[in-house]
């Protein structure tokens, strides 16, 4: 199993930047497919970004390409999520989670192949 940690998370302007990490422990992460979702108060859990194992392909949801960029640092074994440019509905709570790495980068946005999930950080930005 592998346990994954998020962190970063906190109150910007609109505007401004936040970098998210998910530390993972248990396993290495790299070994693994990495996504990241949020939720926001009364709606359900959406897609944000994800990479591949090897960060060789990555998947973005419309509303945050040009804004929010993956990379991972596989000797800390974590990946992080920097997001510029921040607007207030960008407000909620970011999870990080895990998929094995065979899934096309097609799935990445479906919540069901993640087996593994942190606990959330807060995100968030005032107008």
């Known amino acids: 199993q592998v346990q994954l940690v998020e962190s970063g998370g906190g109150l910007a302007q609109a505007g401004g930047s936040l970098r998210l990490s998910c530390a993972a422990s248990?396993?290495?992460?790299?070994?693994?497919?990495v996504g990241w979702f949020r939720q926001a108060p009364g709606k359900e859990r959406e897609f944000v970004a994800a990479?591949?194992?090897?960060?060789?392909?990555?998947s973005y949801a419309d509303f945050v390409k040009g804004r929010f960029t993956l990379s991972r640092d596989n000797a800390k074994n974590t990946v992080f999520l920097q997001m510029n440019s921040l607007k207030p509905e960008d407000t909620a709570v970011y999870y990080c989670?895990?998929?094995?790495?065979?899934?096309?980068?097609?799935?990445?946005?479906?919540?069901?192949?993640?087996?593994?999930w942190g606990q959330g950080t807060q995100v968030t930005v005032s107008s």
């Open positions: 989670a895990a998929a094995a790495p065979y899934y096309s980068v097609s799935y990445y946005s479906v919540i069901d192949i993640y087996d593994y």
């Open positions: 248990g396993r290495t992460l790299s070994t693994y497919a």
């Open positions: 990479f591949t194992d090897t960060g060789s392909s990555t």
